[in-house]
C-alpha cells in the first residue's frame, strides 16, 4: 500500500539551530514530493522534486530527494521562531497525492 | 489513525454536468474539514470550511452555488462542483481535523485528492 511517512514527528530547537526533517515514501506511479509549511488552514507551497541529488533551496530552507532510496530531506538553517509549524511531506502520483503525517517544529527564542 | 478517504480519485464529465466528491474520516471524527484546489506550481488553494451541521466558509473569491459543500455527519463532507465547465477542471482535495484539534497545533489530515476533468 502506498504511503508516505515523515519523521520525527515534533522537534523542538532553539533559535539559530539548523534542522532536518526526513520524509520518506512507498508510492506507486511516482511523480513528485511535495514540501509545504502548514499555517493556518492552508498550507503553503515550499518545494517541489522530481529528480534526485538537486537541491532545492530557498533562503534558510533546501531540500533534496533521493529516488533510489526513497526519501527526502527539508533542511532549515539558522532557525527563527517564525519557522515554528507543521511541515507536511506530499508524493504526488499520476492520480492521487498523499501527505505524511507531518513534523511539528517548535523554534524556542 | 487519522485516515482520510476522498472518492473518486478521478472523475471526468461533460461540461453542465454536476459532480460530486466525497471526503471521509475513517477513525475519527472530523468536526472540521477543509476543501482546497490545487494550481499550477502546486499551491494549494483554500475554497472553504466545513464544521458539522453549520455551513461552509468560503474563501474570498469562491463561488458558493458552483462548489456546494455539505458536512451532514462527523465523518462526511461532500463538495459539489455544479454546472461544471472545462476551466473547474482541476485536483481538488480535502482535508481534516478532529475533536481538540486545530489548526494551530495539530497537523491536517488529508484525503487522497480528486483529479477532475471536465470536457
Known amino acids: 500500500e502506498d504511503k508516505v511517512v515523515q519523521s520525527p514527528l515534533s522537534l523542538v530547537v532553539h533559535e539559530g539551530d539548523t534542522v532536518t526533517l526526513n520524509c520518506s515514501y512507498e508510492v506507486t506511479n511516482f511523480r513528485s514530493l511535495l514540501w509545504y509549511k502548514q499555517e493556518k488552514k492552508a498550507p503553503t507551497f515550499l518545494f517541489m522534486l522530481?529528480?534526485?541529488?538537486i537541491e532545492k533551496k530557498s533562503g534558510r530552507l533546501s531540500s533534496i530527494l533521493d529516488k533510489k532510496e526513497l526519501f527526502s530531506i527539508l533542511n532549515i538553517t539558522a532557525t527563527q521562531t517564525g519557522d515554528s509549524a507543521v511541515y507536511l511531506c506530499a508524493v504526488e502520483a499520476w492520480y492521487d497525492m498523499r501527505f505524511g503525517a507531518g513534523t511539528r517544529l517548535t523554534v524556542k527564542p | 489513525g487519522a485516515v482520510v478517504s476522498q472518492h473518486p480519485s478521478r472523475v471526468i464529465c461533460k461540461s453542465g454536468t454536476s459532480v460530486k466528491i466525497e471526503c471521509r474520516s475513517l477513525?475519527?471524527?472530523?468536526?472540521?474539514m477543509f476543501w482546497y484546489r490545487q494550481f499550477p506550481k502546486k499551491s494549494l488553494m483554500l475554497m472553504a470550511t466545513s464544521n458539522e451541521g453549520s455551513k461552509a466558509t468560503y474563501e474570498q473569491g469562491v463561488e458558493k452555488d458552483k462548489f456546494l459543500i455539505n458536512h451532514a455527519s462527523l465523518t462526511l463532507s461532500t463538495l459539489t462542483v455544479t454546472s461544471a465547465h472545462p476551466e473547474d477542471s482541476s485536483f481538488y482535495i480535502c482535508?481534516?481535523?478532529?475533536?481538540?484539534?486545530?489548526?494551530?497545533?495539530?497537523?491536517?489530515?488529508f484525503g487522497n485528492g480528486t483529479r477532475l476533468t471536465v470536457t
Open positions: 522530481t529528480s534526485s541529488g
Open positions: 482535508s481534516a481535523l478532529g475533536q481538540g484539534e486545530t489548526s494551530d497545533n495539530s497537523p491536517l489530515h
Open positions: 477513525d475519527f471524527q472530523a468536526t472540521t
